[in-house]
Every structure is written in C-alpha cells, then in structure tokens.
T-cell receptor, first 112, second 113 residues
Framework: AQSVAQPEDQVNVAEGNPLTVKCTYSVSGNPYLFWYVQYPNRGLQFLLKYITGDNLVKGSYGFEAEFNKSQTSFHLKKPSALVSDSALYFCAVRSNNNDMRFGAGTRLTVKP | KAGVTQTPRYLIKTRGQQVTLSCSPISGHRSVSWYQQTPGQGLQFLFEYFSETQRNKGNFPGRFSGRQFSNSRSEMNVSTLELGDSALYLC????????????FGEGSWLTVV
C-alpha cells in the first residue's frame, strides 16, 4: 500500500521569507513523488517531480523539493515567498504502476 | 497543445438521477484517471484507464463506473445520485507509466440536491 502524509493543514509565512511545505510518504518499491498546486476553483497544476537521480528537484515558479530516502520525505521549498504563492498544495506518490495517491493538502498563506 | 478538457464544468442533479462526465485527454496520452475532491475527504482516487482497460480502481461503490474509448477519451458515470456525491470531479491524463506526470483538467462541479 502507498500513502502520503502532509502533517500541516495550514502554513503561514510572510512575503519574502522562505517557505517549506512538508510531505512524508510510504510505498513499497521505488517512489515517484510529485507536488501539485491548486488555486481556487481550478484543477491541480503540476509543480515538480522526483523520479530518480539528484535528490534536489527544481520546478515551476521557483519551487524546489528535496527527496530524502532515509526520512521518506519530499518537502517543498521556496527561498522567497510571494503573495501569489498562496494556494492549496498537494504532495503525491506513485510506485509500481499503482494509482497516484495524494496527501490531504496544505493551505499556504503568504502575507504581505 | 490543448490540455485536459472536461465537460460539463458545472451541473446540478437531483437525488436518484444519474450523471455522465466526459474527459478528453491531452493528445497522445493513453492513460486517464479520475478523482473526487471534497472539502472533507480531499482527493480520492476513483479509477484509472489505460488503452481502454481499467488498470486501477479506488474504493468507491459500484454506482461509480467509467470507461475509456479507443481515442483515449473517457467518461465516468454515477448512478442513483446521493447528496454526498456533490463534489469536484477531476480528470487527469498521462502518457501511461508510473513516472509520468499526470495533468489535470479544470474539473466538473457536481451538485446533488
């Protein structure tokens, strides 16, 4: 079985400060890890993914994520948050042609 | 390149009715997945189709069904609608294998009254 946990329902940061949205996962086999963002009344937009190789993955809009196998984590980060980054963020995991499983989501609010 | 297209975008149905939602994947994508999104339950996986075959299925009652056509377009059907079926139904497509990114459509908002 595969699962994803996003331990924080809500993350608040000030504009210009670094942000981290946490994600841990559980899979059997090699994990494929993804981050998506959802703006109000919209579908999910792909941000970045880890398949293999370098543990630090860079994605859209200045976001990056670090794969940590020993801690089974894939935290999303950005060095300097923007108010426009405020949205709902989902971590997802997939392995062995199973379906993609999503975390419960973390609402990020960036305050000016 | 056109993205994933879902129709209709918004619909209101009455309890006991049935509904069919349609999804056109990105050109060249052979895998289509469906998800239900609600405020309380988050994103729940419904099913995944690849080349007209159901590859994975989530934990939903038999009232929820789907299919995929030879052109990769997909439909999902919900029969005997219940109030709890009110949700955003999201379709996503990908090239097919586990490491491929899945791309989402804008969703179909279903309200059951």
């Amino acid at each position: 079985a595969q699962s994803v946990a996003q331990p924080e329902d809500q993350v608040n940061v000030a504009e210009g400060n670094p942000l981290t949205v946490k994600c841990t996962y559980s899979v059997s086999g090699n994990p494929y890890l993804f981050w998506y963002v959802q703006y109000p009344n919209r579908g999910l937009q792909f941000l970045l993914k880890y398949i293999t190789g370098d543990n630090l993955v860079k994605g859209s809009y200045g976001f990056e994520a670090e794969f940590n196998k020993s801690q089974t984590s894939f935290h999303l980060k950005k060095p300097s948050a923007l108010v426009s980054d405020s949205a709902l963020y989902f971590c997802a995991v997939r392995s062995n042609n199973n379906d993609m499983r999503f975390g419960a989501g973390t609402r990020l609010t960036v305050k000016p | 390149k056109a993205g994933v297209t879902q129709t209709p975008r918004y619909l209101i149905k009455t309890r006991g009715q049935q509904v069919t939602l349609s999804c056109s994947p990105i050109s060249g994508h052979r895998s289509v997945s469906w998800y239900q999104q609600t405020p309380g339950q988050g994103l729940q996986f419904l099913f995944e189709y690849f080349s007209e075959t159901q590859r994975n299925k989530g934990n939903f009652p038999g009232r929820f069904s789907g299919r995929q056509f030879s052109n990769s377009r997909s439909e999902m059907n919900v029969s005997t609608l219940e109030l709890g079926d009110s949700a955003l139904y999201l379709c996503a497509s990908s090239l097919g294998t586990s490491g491929n990114t899945i791309y989402f459509g804008e969703g179909s908002w279903l309200t059951v009254v």
